[in-house]
């Protein structure tokens, strides 16, 4: 759907956008994570064009954004829907009119049977249909989100792209645009490509994620592929290299498909090895639906290689954790 | 008294409003110019934008009794004479444009970033960008704006009255000055603040309602 080789952004001698290439496929939730300068929302604004790259390519749905004349390129826009952190709605428009603006840059008539019936089930798909002759700011940051969704959607987009869609919205209200995302990427189908600094954005609706810094990628794969065993650029973004352990003995870091083999594990590695071992700390992560866990045990220096032996047998995906 | 006061009054009104008419008209064209081109404008132009940047402080800055002699070539020209309210038209316009150029590039300008960026991620033109963004959410401040260009139109207006243009500011200045008859001062005085508030008020109005 999206293929980006090699992009390339230079501001004078700042290197915004250096040498990126991933792929995005129809039907995704793909993550663009980094932390904010990184670069990620120019690389998503070179996607529709609203921005101009130096060197390389993209290719959305076969047309090659960066030698499209100005109207080609608006005709491409037109498939690729917007979403802001900021929401940018027009303050003197009301719900229905805001939705129905991109139809009018298109040469439509907002009142027309069609397009009402139109832009009412898109409030009605966003859950904002009473809310019609509403004026922006009479809603909440959560409803003005879901309105600039609907607009984003007025065109019938075959990509949505988010630019923080949810940085400016409490947790409660996140996760309830994010499974709005879901439900338009799995009952339209629509391909969605959102850059975030939140990881709980990635954890809840992506399945795919690309973590940038400092303009590069370094690293693209499966949000739980990148977070429970992650590199060492990806751990410092996420924070968790401030965990508290003991100072003695080794830490041993365990990764879990779901919670009960997590206790069962356990408890078989104590009887059947004859050791004892202290429990530093537990986790469990959601991502889309399914629990992952971690778990952090410390082990006497003695009992290394039995312990990696039997985690090896049993397939646990594990690693040591250096002492600091 | 009342007779030739009630003439003058609707002298000034009517040059006001067809001053404010024309000048918000032509002082469009600048402003749009200036709002696409500025720096962090639609198509960046700096040489166009330094231009009518550059001719729009000049008229600003000329005081308006010079701008009013000056032009009266053209006046005679547009008009055939230089006297009358509808001669006053011409300096009263040609004086208003920048005025209301930059009010209204100014009002284009506080349009929040964010929506002109929206409406090009939706694949709009630059002609629907400025008539269907910057103008529908500039139209409170634009109204305000040319509030602002009628109540200094109604002191250009009086200056115009002097010269030959009639209406309250040549009342005050023939009769009350040179005639001593300092009731007419008075009375034309009043009407003219009366004038500014009326104005100010229905100005008031709409943007609230706009806004």
Known sequence: ?324 | MSEILIEATLDTIYMIVGSTFFSVILGFIPAIIMTLTASDGLRPNKVVYGIFDFLVNTFRSFPFVILLVLVMPLTRAIVGTTIKPTAALVPLTIGAIPFVARVIESAFREVDHGLIEAARSFGASNFQIIYRVYFKEALPSIVSGIVLTMISLIGYSAIAGTLGAGGLGDVAIRFGYQGFKTEYMVVTSIVLIIIVQIIQSIGNFFYKKLS
């Open chain 1, 1 to 324: 759907m999206i293929e980006i080789k090699n992009l390339s952004k230079n501001f004078g001698s700042l290197n915004v956008l250096d040498d990126i290439s991933f792929e995005i496929e129809k039907g995704e939730i793909y993550g663009i994570i980094g932390q904010s300068g990184a670069g990620k929302s120019t690389l998503l604004r070179c996607i529709n064009g609203l921005e101009t790259f130096d060197s390389g390519s993209i290719i959305v749905d076969g047309k090659i954004i960066n030698t499209l004349t100005k109207k080609e390129l608006q005709h491409v826009q037109k498939e690729m829907g917007m979403v802001f952190q900021n929401f940018n709605l027009l303050s003197r428009l009301n719900v229905y009119d805001n939705v129905a603006l991109p139809l009018q840059f298109w040469g439509q008539r907002k009142n027309s049977p069609e397009n009402k019936e139109k832009i009412m089930n898109l409030l009605r798909l966003v859950g904002l249909e009473d809310k019609v002759n509403s004026k922006p700011a009479q809603l909440s940051g959560g409803q003005q989100q879901r309105v600039a969704i609907a607009r984003a959607l007025i065109l019938d987009p075959k990509v949505l792209l988010c630019d923080e869609a949810t940085s400016a919205l409490d947790p409660v209200i996140t996760k309830e645009i994010l499974d709005l995302l879901l439900k338009i990427n799995k009952e339209m189908g629509i391909t969605i490509v959102v850059v975030t600094h939140q990881m709980e954005v990635i954890k809840q609706i992506c399945t795919k994620v690309a973590f940038i810094k400092n303009g590069k990628v370094v690293t693209v794969g499966k949000p739980e592929e990148l977070f429970v065993a992650p590199n060492p650029e990806v751990q410092a973004f996420v924070g968790e290299s401030v965990e508290i352990l003991p100072k003695d003995g080794v830490n041993v870091k365990l990764f879990f498909a779901d919670e009960n083999s997590e206790s069962h594990l356990i408890t078989t590695l104590a009887r059947k090895l004859d050791i004892d071992f202290d429990i530093c700390q537990g986790k469990l992560e959601n991502f889309r639906g399914s629990i992952l866990g971690s778990l952090i045990i410390n082990i006497q220096e003695e009992d290394r290689d039995k312990v990696f032996a039997f985690l090896k047998e049993h397939h646990i995906i594990w690693e040591e954790l250096q002492h600091e």
